[in-house]
């Protein structure tokens, strides 16, 4: 574990920024981007783009590579990274970087600073990094097929982490406080405590188990379930009060399979205390004892998250939460190559006004951040 590597983040420049954009929005309909339709979508002349493109190549934000059909730019983790970088600490939320201090399932966890100096939690959210080309066949908007990505998974389990986090906070829950997000990258208040896999001892160990119970209760009567309530996801302050982590996973309790995943989530504390701390209690919680009280669930689907059934079928899946669907078995068809003349003028369009909205949004200030200004984003 090191440092986040940013000192690329220092001599770059809104070009590079803006090309590095239109990379990310041709990478939604296609696996590589070709050098002329990067151009267009960048709308900045071909001969400078070039250029650009080729430098961004030597310090790995994206890589060139050769298709079955054609060739064309890919954007790298570290070009991803440098986006969502960029984009917060433009925005003032984040100004300067420090150490990992955590490697999740699907992350990697970093403390940065905010412009006072305060340690926050950053944590970027890589999905599929086991297989570097993750992807899945999609259907887009148009109804062609295309390949879900690691861009676009990560993306959607952050948004998804930030939009639970910010719905529990406000309720009161135990959860870290979210500050910001941008693509895969979700900033958090820092939690001061332990990790529950490195507290061997507790003072009180019918209170904890009690207090992760009712949090799972209280969780269920809100219409919600956590779905991965183990250790790893759970840390402990000094007063023993356990504060709850990582919600990508997140599920409805009206999900087809809630039952399954409420009773795991509550075998997972009492195979956690047994295993822990010798403890055994016959008094667990039953997902038929649940009254709900809140429609947690509803509003992180409406405040203008923009999320829409299929991304959130897409992340549950790839979370296996859900079963993937026949039709969603990939034959493996690659796509025609985008070339200027295939790719419809509407396309590129539409990318273009996607750059513009991702360079304006970037160097919006928090403050001037309406709800309807996160929307817009999120949709894009
Ligand atoms: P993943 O989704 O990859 O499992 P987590 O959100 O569980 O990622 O974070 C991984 C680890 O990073 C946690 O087990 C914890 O040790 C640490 N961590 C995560 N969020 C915070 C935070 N807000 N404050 C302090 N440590 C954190
Ligand atoms: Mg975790």
């Not at 150490?99 to 999740?104: A, E, L, S, T």
């Not at 959130?312 to 200027?340: I, N, W």
């Amino acid at each position: 574990m090191g440092k986040l590597n940013v000192t690329v983040l220092r001599y770059l420049t809104k070009e590079d920024f803006r090309v590095l954009t239109a990379i990310e929005m041709g990478m939604k309909n296609h696996e590589l981007v070709p050098g002329p339709l990067a151009a267009a979508i960048a709308n900045l002349k071909t001969g400078g783009v070039h250029k650009l493109l080729k430098e961004l190549c030597k310090h790995k934000l994206l890589s060139y590579e050769r298709g079955k059909k054609y060739d064309g730019y890919r954007l790298t983790n570290t070009g991803y990274d440098y986006l969502a970088l960029k984009s917060l600490t433009l925005r003032g939320s984040v100004s300067s970087f420090g150490n990992q201090i955590g490697i999740g399932k699907e992350s990697n966890i970093y403390v940065v600073a905010d412009e006072e100096g305060t340690p926050i939690c950053l944590k970027l959210h890589r999905l599929g990094r086991t297989c570097f080309r993750n992807v899945k066949a999609k259907r887009d908007y148009h109804g062609r097929r295309h390949k879900a990505s690691w861009l676009y998974l990560s993306r959607i389990s952050a948004t998804r982490e930030f939009a639970y986090m910010s719905a529990l906070h406000e309720r009161g829950f135990p959860v870290p406080k979210p500050i910001d997000f941008n693509r895969h990258c979700v900033l958090m208040d820092l939690v001061n405590g332990w990790p529950m896999t490195q507290v061997h001892e507790l003072l009180d160990i019918p209170q904890v188990y009690d207090d992760l119970m009712n949090l799972i209760v209280r969780l269920g009567n809100s219409g919600v379930i956590h779905g991965d309530f183990n250790e790893f996801n759970l840390m402990l302050t000094d007063a023993g009060k356990p504060i709850l982590i990582d919600f990508p996973q997140m599920m409805s309790t009206s999900h087809e399979n809630a039952e399954f995943f409420f009773d795991r989530d509550v075998n997972c504390v009492r195979e956690m205390f047994r295993r822990k701390f010798a403890y055994e209690s016959e008094d667990y919680p039953k997902f038929s004892d649940l009254v709900r009280d809140d429609d947690l669930d509803a509003e992180v689907h409406c405040t203008g998250y923009g999320f829409t059934k299929e991304m959130e079928q897409d992340l549950l899946q790839e979370y296996g939460m859900v079963e993937q669907s026949e039709d969603e078995e990939d034959e493996g068809e690659e796509d025609e190559a985008p070339a200027l003349v295939t790719a419809a003028a509407v396309e590129i369009d539409e990318c273009r006004r996607q750059v513009e909205n991702e360079v304006l949004y970037s160097e919006a200030k928090p403050a001037q951040k309406s709800d309807d200004a996160i929307r817009r984003y999120i949709e894009s």
